[in-house]
């Protein structure tokens, strides 16, 4: 173990994994647990349940399951130490620095080591920005740009020097290792000696956060029309453009508040609205929206809205975005400003109030894909078939059938073609799509990698999951040795791990979970603490019950093979009888954990 036992039993019955997640996920109570949209697969109805009496959480559309860590560690891609680390430092647990590997321990201080860097970097261009007579230019630009001064303290906006190694002279002077500096991607190293330039020259700064508030990177603009207008951090182990919204560690918990986020591209379109008090605003700085920003989102509201420019650049932008949204079941709006105005420009022009009213306009994303194309074809029988083809793949794509219907219908009647034949087409996509994905999540078993799938496995699980849910019968099964009995390797070990346990309250599950060996085994744990256990007034009865079978099933099997090999030996073929002993002897060491 690389964390001691004891701290980690510490960290789980300290924290609440209900807190943890419903920072991330919009949870509901209902009855004993709370239901939210799963943040690991599409879904429109929530079925990514967390229990705040087990500590668990697990997910019944797709099987992922587990205790507090299993969550961080997915959610955020991070490792065990790391989730370890991120729930201590929530509730103030203190980890001592000898109780962690030396090897994980090189990790974990790498990537702390980036995060220190990028807000000492942070601080440095704040500085620059603020006190520095060099950046005159860059006052007067957001001054220009209506940013105050409130605004430029709450983002932490800076300036980078026009120098080819202001920066990389700080972070020498302020010893940080070379190494570090260098997977910064702030400074580029020199192809001839060893020492760096800036990559940022003469540019404001907007430092990119991390919804745990912490900087993970830097977009540079710079003040006149030079070339690249923007400049990025590249992805480095702490930032991932593909996963980070700007804006958002502030913006969450007005989003949350609205139910509501407004998408836009860049750092001036979320500056300007948030300073006009429109706070629930994030940017994609440009890229499309991926799945993961998408599932990042509906973890702080349901209703989303693509704020665009009107030029082909916005439409073409928001386009690429749309189809993410679709796949993942969001109904997000598309709010296509007039033509001429970015976000920025109008909310300058005609405020708060004028652009809530239009954004109260904004369109569903099939009727806008609908006038978009529209506009480019025209209503002519040519135009029409252009207009159809464009539109096949989008509908082909909505998985809710009502919906699918809807729009069908909606569209015939915009282009006045019969709604049968535009039916037709969309099948005929639906039936492609169909073909392309037999896999994923959804025929995920939680027991798949086992080849021991049969009945004796469902009683063993119910009765796993007995235990897990009523530990009270633990000793009845300790004193007749049921798990001995057991077929499945697999399901005997994690009954065994439960036994350690003995006569436990609830929030022990989250425990035995943190010393499963696998993460398919946390999963199955997870899921077993959940499964329904089929009704009955007595639970020892019940569980009595199962174990007589399970004892009956092995029993029986074992007698049926022991008559066939006497049955061969009285008939002297030795053939057959040789064959069956030899069955029996695998058995037997299948059933000791030798398979
Ligand atoms: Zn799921």
Partial sequence: MLIPREKISEILNTSDIVDIISERVILKKSGLN????????????????????????????????????????KYHKISFPEAVKMVAARYNIKIKITSISPEVRKVLNFKEGLFKLNNKVMEYYCQNFLKSKKAVNAQKYLKKRGITRETIILFNIGYSEKSWDALSFFLRKIKFDNNIIEKSGLVIPRKKGNSYYDRFRDRIMFP????????????????????????NSPETPVYSKSRILYGLHISKQYCR?????????????????????????????????????????????????????????????????????????????????PRGYDPDSFIFKYGKQSFEEIAGRAMAII?????????????????????????????????????????????????????????????????????QKTNIQFNKQPLKKSNTDNISDRREMQILSIMLQYPGVITQIKKRNILSFFYSKRLRKIGELIEEFENFDEIVIADIIARAQSNEDRELIAYLSMMEIPETHNILEKSIFLMNRIIKIKNESENILMNKIKKAQQASDFELSFELLRQKKKEIQKFRGYE
């Fill in 34 to 73: 709370h239901f939210g949209l799963c943040p690991f697969h599409s879904e429109k109805t929530p079925s990514f349940s967390v229990s705040s009496q087990k500590q668990i959480f697990h997910c019944f559309g797709c099987n992922t399951g587990g205790n507090v860590f299993s969550f961080l560690m």
């Fill in 257 to 337: 508040q609205k139910d509501l986020v407004y998408i836009v591209e860049g750092y001036f379109d979320f500056l300007s609205l948030y300073q006009h008090k429109i706070k629930n605003v994030v940017a994609s700085l440009g890229t499309a929206l991926t799945t993961e920003h998408v599932r990042l989102l509906k973890g702080y509201a349901s209703k989303m809205v693509l704020v665009f420019d009107s030029d082909d650049a916005g439409i073409n932008a928001s386009k690429k975005s749309i189809n993410t949204f679709i796949k993942e079941g969001i109904e997000v709006k598309i709010l296509i400003l």
């Fill in 367 to 435: 009727p806008f894909l609908t006038e978009t194309a529209i506009e480019k074809y025209d209503l002519s029988v040519e135009g029409k078939i252009n207009i159809l083809n464009e539109m096949k793949p989008h509908l082909a794509q909505i998985k809710d059938n009502v919906a699918r219907s809807l729009y069908i219908k909606e569209l015939s009647h915009r282009l006045d073609i019969d709604e049968k034949a535009v039916l037709e087409k969309v099948r005929q996509e639906h039936a492609k799509y169909l073909g």
């Fill in 208 to 231: 990119i956060h991390d919804i745990n508030m912490q900087a993970t990177g830097f977009g540079g603009r710079v003040m006149d029309d030079s070339m690249p207008k923007y400049l």
